[in-house]
């Protein structure tokens, strides 16, 4: 091993500065009990992003925007040309977010360019650090938008003309903030890219171990159903007359409860958003707009848990005489991730010292659109009895640390192959 394999073999990031970076990125759109509220192309999602973007430029990378505002950047690698090797995730968070989830793949993608920066370490292949737009969904479906239209996997303009829960374009949104940028749509062409995550579960945290080499993503299915009642007077109607759009929506909740418990397996179910109307104590609704996330592991199960809930609903539809509409928010099949990146990740993880296991998201993620353009893999590291998207989101700092050195000392392997 020669004096430079040696020095970066030793190399390990700085905890501390890792901690405190998130904490400052935390502190923009904090909500109580140190969460996080940061919706995509928010004010405060403009804030985020004008702070990291800061922390790109005086780690002296150069930063490129491109028209759906995810942003890169690049340092530069001994060989100019390379593809580069690509870290990266998101800083937009849900109603109640918490402080890692997308945050701690951001910050420490720019631990690992601080800590090479400070031993004076220039890798072969340029590393790049990116944030996408918009990876939760929760304002602007589906979720992992930036990273979709990224790989091409969605047109610009259809993702531009995307209107939000609260009505407003998302292009329109994205020019407010500042974020619609110039640099070529799915540039830069990664080499390779790895993700680091929070697990968002609870499997790492029961085993007692600290990295997560990630397999795959489980398949996500994302649907709005708009169901069309009658409102009339809740006191007087009989009920055998009634059209209640707000029973029904109590009914399908129930329904696909039963179906993930009778499917059983990976297969989970959530009715998350419900919006009646008029939403009044006396008025029998009129109207009920509920979104329904199916996810599966395996694509047929997925497929067969929509056709399940399709039949209910046009059951359901028959005997209360309401009707029931559904539109598509997203729909993602299960990913195999890169087996040679997973084996590097792991093989990094016991070379460090980590204990680890290899492991399959239940969560989304940029990487999984990545993925589609070039070799990935993801590190987890453990969630706290695994809750996430919930101000008590929480990772130990020694693992917080332990995920960037994996994230490191994978980067530094990949940058240097051929
Ligand atoms: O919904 C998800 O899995 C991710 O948090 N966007
Ligand atoms: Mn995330
Ligand atoms: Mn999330």
């Known amino acids: 091993m020669n004096m430079e394999d040696r020095t970066s073999a030793a190399l390990r990031i700085d905890g501390e500065r890792l901690v405190a970076r998130l904490a400052e990125l935390a502190a923009i759109g904090a909500i109580e009990n140190s969460g996080c ?39 530069a690698g001994s060989a100019a040309d390379a593809a580069p090797v690509m870290t990266g995730s998101h800083i937009d968070t849900v109603r109640t977010g918490g402080r890692y989830d997308g945050n701690l793949g951001v910050l ?15 890798t072969r292949r340029p590393l ?72 968002q579960g609870p499997v790492l945290n029961i085993e007692g171990l600290t990295i997560g080499a990630v397999e795959n993503v489980q398949g996500i299915s994302w649907q709005e159903l708009e169901i069309v009642g009658q409102s009339n007077h809740a006191g007087t109607t009989p009920m055998r007359l009634r059209h209640d759009a707000g029973y029904c929506a109590g009914e399908i909740v129930h329904f696909v409860r039963s179906l993930a418990r009778e499917m059983q397996g ?18 029998i609704a009129a109207r009920a707009t509920l979104t329904v996330d199916l996810r599966n592991t395996d694509e047929q199960l997925l497929l067969e ?21 559904t539109r598509s928010l997203a729909r993602f099949e299960p990913v195999n991730f ?42 987890f590291v453990p969630s706290i009895k695994g809750i996430s998207h919930n101000p008590a989101e929480e990772t130990a700092a020694a693992d917080l640390a332990a995920g960037a050195n994996v994230l490191l000392h994978t980067m530094l392997e990949l940058a240097s192959a051929e």
């Open 266 to 283: 990976n297969q989970v179910a959530t009715v998350g958003k419900i919006d009646l109307f008029p939403n009044l104590i006396n008025v």
């Open 305 to 325: 848990a929509e056709a399940r809930l399709a039949a209910f609903l046009l059951q359901l539809a028959r005997d209360e005489g309401v009707k029931i509409s």
């Open 37 to 75: 509220c940061r919706l995509a192309l928010s004010d405060d999602d403009r804030r985020g992003r004008d702070l990291v973007v800061g922390w790109m430029r005086e780690l002296g990378l150069e930063v490129s925007i491109d028209p759906i505002g995810n942003v890169f950047g690049r340092r």
């Open 338 to 379: 890169d087996q040679g990146v997973v084996r590097t990740i792991a093989e990094v993880s016991a070379r460090l010292g980590y204990s680890q296991r290899r492991i399959s998201s239940g969560a989304g993620h940029d990487a999984q659109m990545l993925a589609r353009v070039c070799p990935t893999a993801m590190i």
């Open 108 to 122: 420490g993608g720019l631990e690992v360019v601080a800590t090479l920066n400070d031993a004076g370490i220039t």
């Open 128 to 199: 790049v650090v990116a944030f996408f737009t918009d990876e939760e969904g929760a304002r602007f479906a589906p979720d992992m938008l930036g990273s979709l239209t990224h790989v091409g996997g969605l047109a610009l303009d259809q993702a531009l003309a995307t209107v939000a829960i609260d009505g407003k374009v998302l292009g329109a949104e994205l020019t407010t903030i500042g974020y619609a940028g110039t640099a070529a749509l799915g540039e830069p062409r990664a080499h390779a890219f790895v993700e680091l995550h929070i697990e």
